[in-house]
Structures are given as structure tokens and as C-alpha cells.
């Protein structure tokens, strides 16, 4: 699985600044994270990188009459660049599960909805 890959399906789980942290990882792998506890470059071994943009919202706090605005990621990954420029987007439904993917195809990098993903409860009467 590569760095990319890994990285990906590894947000799902939990988060960590540093992918050294990883047991039975590619040691030559290596990250970026910015201060709100997210990836946003993993160098490969071969150093081609893969980017991560996140979903942010703003708040308000107040420390003794002090009032800050701060930014802090919902952890929901908006786009996935790969090493070669291609891009797999996702959307995400109120419950923070993926609706819909999208990936860049062709030569000209076009985004194109290739999945759609449809979640159902079976209804357990009591």
C-alpha cells in the first residue's frame, strides 16, 4: 500500500502528526501536519508528494473579556492531490460519511463523480 493510500485509509481510524508513528509502515515515508492535527503533504520515498485539503469551520472563545476567532478542521477530507496532479474529492452527508466521490480523469484533469455511496439502518421492530 503506498504512503498515499495508507495515509488515507488511515484518517478513518485516528489521527497522528507523524507517520513515523505508524507501526509496520514504510520507514522512507514522511509528513507534514499543520497545528490543527492534520496531514496536508506525505513525501514518498521516491520524494513525489500527495497533498490533503480538510473541511475548516470558525469559532468564538472568550478567556477573561478576551474574545479570539479560531479555525479548527473538522478532520473530513475534502480532496486527496496526487503525485502526478490528480485529485479524488469527496462530499460528505450531516452524519460526516461520504455521499459522493469524485476523481480528475483523462488528459485535461477533469473532476468526474465516480461514486455514489447510499447508507441504509434496517428498521428492527421492538
Do not use: W
Request: proline share 4%.
Amino acid at each position: 500500500m503506498s504512503c498515499c493510500h495508507f495515509a488515507s485509509a488511515y484518517f478513518s481510524a485516528a489521527l497522528t502528526s507523524n507517520l513515523d508513528e505508524l507501526p509496520a509502515m514504510n520507514q522512507n515515508c514522511r509528513s507534514k501536519a499543520r497545528p490543527l492535527d492534520t496531514f496536508i503533504t506525505v513525501t514518498l520515498p521516491d520524494f513525489s508528494q500527495c497533498q490533503y485539503q480538510y473541511e475548516h469551520y470558525t469559532f468564538t472563545s472568550t478567556n477573561n473579556s478576551i474574545v479570539s476567532t479560531n479555525i479548527d478542521s473538522d478532520h473530513l477530507m475534502l480532496q486527496e492531490i496526487k503525485p502526478n496532479g490528480r485529485i479524488v474529492a469527496n462530499l460528505y452527508d450531516s452524519l460526516r460519511r461520504v455521499t459522493t466521490q469524485a476523481s480528475t480523469v483523462g488528459t485535461n484533469l477533469v473532476l468526474v463523480t465516480n461514486a455514489f455511496f447510499f447508507y441504509t439502518q434496517r428498521h428492527q421492530p421492538h
